[in-house]
């Protein structure tokens, strides 16, 4: 289930997008301020974020940068052109006015949570000297530790981990998101078999760049290593 985090600090409006998107079939994040939603970003790794921008806290204006690899759609009654202009050249993904229909904020949805597979999805991820094919769904490592570049394939689960947590570097990938995206991929994979996966992949990832990737954070989830 894909999720979606909604930053406004509107309660009405909040919960009527967040009713919309729930019977539209998406998992919904909530957060009141700039800060709020600076913290749950850290620690967890929604597919899009819907930002108003009048917020307690950070502003939507200066949450915005602090967002890489998420589309953002700004909501906003902010109607002039250049502020418009201004927020899609800064990183947003699309803006729309308030007020607005519901139906039109939800098709707003669906395309900005495809656009990256209409523009040709990356055909790799990368992070730290290692690489993730996502057609071959093998990994390979640019250190030294790997002898001639040979790519290691992992299984299914261990994929959607590793995409997941590359999807999101540096940041925690909680266990509950790491479920839920994995189920896209592989259904073989449960809560008491997820420290095993984690455990295998860390393992691989240890033989081909000589050092520990993967974190665990204790009672949240997992991160990739900078160190």
């Known amino acids: 289930m894909e999720k979606i985090l909604i ?53 939507g204006e200066e949450l915005l940068p602090l967002i890489g690899g998420i589309p953002v759609i700004v909501m906003s009654a902010k109607a002039d052109v250049e502020d418009k202009v201004s927020l899609l050249l800064g990183g947003a993904a699309d803006y729309i006015t308030k007020p607005f229909d519901t ?42 530790q790997q002898s001639r570049g040979e790519a290691v394939r992992l299984t299914p689960t261990e994929f959607a981990i590793l995409k997941a947590l590359l999807s999101n570097p540096s940041r925690v990938v909680t266990k509950s998101s790491l479920l839920d995206r994995i189920a896209e991929e592989t259904p073989d994979c449960t809560e008491s078999s997820l420290k095993t996966h984690v455990s295998n992949l860390r393992g691989k990832l ?22």
């Open 103 to 144: 139906r039109e904020l939800v098709a707003r949805v669906k395309v900005a949570l495809r656009r990256p597979a209409l523009a040709g999805e990356r055909d790799t991820l990368s992070f730290c000297g290692i690489t993730l094919d996502l057609g071959m769904r093998t990994v390979s490592s640019s250190s030294p």
């Open 7 to 59: 930053v406004d600090d509107d309660v009405y409006i909040g919960d009527a997008v967040g009713e919309v998107l729930s019977r539209s079939g998406y998992g919904v994040l909530r957060a009141y301020s700039g800060t709020e939603a600076k913290l749950l970003l850290e620690r967890d790794a929604p597919d899009l974020v819907l930002l108003d921008l009048m917020l307690p806290g950070l502003s």
């Open 206 to 227: 240890r033989a081909i760049s000589g050092r520990d990737m993967i974190e665990a954070v204790w009672g949240i989830g997992f991160r990739l290593s900078e160190e």
